[in-house]
């Protein structure tokens, strides 16, 4: 049975990611790995037919998008405090920064749909985010606090959501949104973690995309893809890389998906919501969500959701240091990266896409 790899992109951040390298991680053209010549279709068969579901491994993340100077210095200057009536709002752009703009090692382990483990390395501390069968652990060895969810038995396999991806999760990403607009090619052989790989090339055709190109490792033996690689037009070095440091298919052992709350931990439970649909009085409109209207296909796809969904935009947009990231346009303001390019209009709508911010204002103001 082959490994769902859609299923582990985290809904909420796999946009701003994949949009997001200076690390220094084990990847190299060699022209001693010699492979078979594969044509892309066959690589592509690789990834789609890879039969990989154990695993463990280190990866390592990183993003140079090209972000304006951060205010103060950093974004460690964001978090903690209210001065000036930064607050909570400042805590979020702190967040925001840190998932654009900043690197992460994690080790990570995967048994299956029901047992997963990440264990993302700060300095001095240590973030673990559990699943095993239908419990979620979520502890922060810094705070020494863990949350606990159960969840429901038909989301028992619903894999583990976390800001740290796998290659696997990004290359999925990518790959189920090929279409004409993208040529594909079969580049240098490398060697990624130990292991030979094949090169997958992903050239947007488009004209108004910021993404030049793709390039994702394929394992030689498994077809599991070990490293992405984005880079942005007109650029050389990669703008987001993420990548295997070294990897095992291997069965991890049951014991790592054990969790036992440290001791004197302050342990919290937390229910997971539920989307069931609730019976409507006759006469009266279920509530619905807004739903985000997509304009475009492949590489040149713009996002714009409605402003009645941004209550946390228009937080973000009063707090004066986070504007101060962001550039004034007619229609309203943009945060713009390497990868990708956001536009929040003057009336709280939001318009996003890996395109000309003049794409974007076209988008927001089409009848």
């Known amino acids: 049975m082959s490994v769902n790899l859609k299923k582990w992109v985290p809904a909420t951040v796999a946009t701003l990611v994949v949009a997001a390298a200076a690390i220094a991680v084990p990847i190299s053209a060699n022209a001693a790995v010699s492979l078979p010549s594969k044509t892309p279709a066959q690589v592509l068969a690789m990834v789609g037919q890879t039969k990989i579901t154990a695993f463990s491994g280190t990866v390592k993340q990183t993003s140079a998008l090209g972000l304006p100077q951060l205010p103060g210095g950093s974004a460690s200057s964001f978090s903690g405090g209210s001065a000036s009536g930064a607050g909570s709002s400042s805590a979020s752009v702190a967040s925001v920064l840190s998932a654009l703009a900043g690197s992460s090692t994690a080790r990570v382990y995967v048994d299956g749909a029901t047992n997963q483990r990440i264990q993302i390395m700060d300095s001095l501390a240590e973030r673990d985010a559990i699943h095993h069968g239908s419990d979620v652990w979520l502890y922060d060895s810094k705070a020494n606090t863990v949350q606990h969810s159960v969840l429901p038995a038909k989301t028992e396999k619903t894999p583990l959501r976390t800001t740290t991806m796998t290659p696997a999760q990004v290359a999925d990403t990518l790959i189920s949104k090929l279409d004409p607009t993208t040529k594909a090619t079969v580049g240098t052989n490398l060697r990624v973690a130990g292991r030979t790989a094949y090169e997958l090339v992903l050239t947007p055709k488009a004209s108004d995309t910021l993404i030049g ?123 713009h990266t390497s990868l990708l390019n956001v536009l929040i209009t003057n009336d709280g709508r939001v318009v996003a896409g890996s395109v000309s911010t003049e794409r974007l204002q076209a988008v927001a103001t089409a009848p």
């Open 213 to 335: 190109s793709v390039s994702i490792a394929v394992d030689s033996a498994t077809g599991f893809p070990l490293s992405v690689e984005a880079t942005a037009r007109g650029q050389k070095t990669p703008a987001f890389q993420v990548a295997f440091s070294d990897v095992t298919f291997a069965k991890p052992s049951a014991s790592t998906f054990a969790f036992v709350s440290p001791k004197n931990a302050k342990v919290t439970e937390k229910a997971v919501p539920t989307h069931t649909a609730h019976a409507t009085a006759p006469g009266s409109e279920a509530k619905t969500q807004p739903k985000p209207t997509v304009v475009g296909t492949g590489w040149d796809t713009v996002v714009e959701s409605p402003a009645s969904a941004n209550a946390q935009v228009v937080k973000l947009l009063a707090n004066k240091q986070f504007t101060e990231l962001t550039t004034a346009v007619t229609g309203g303001r943009v945060f």
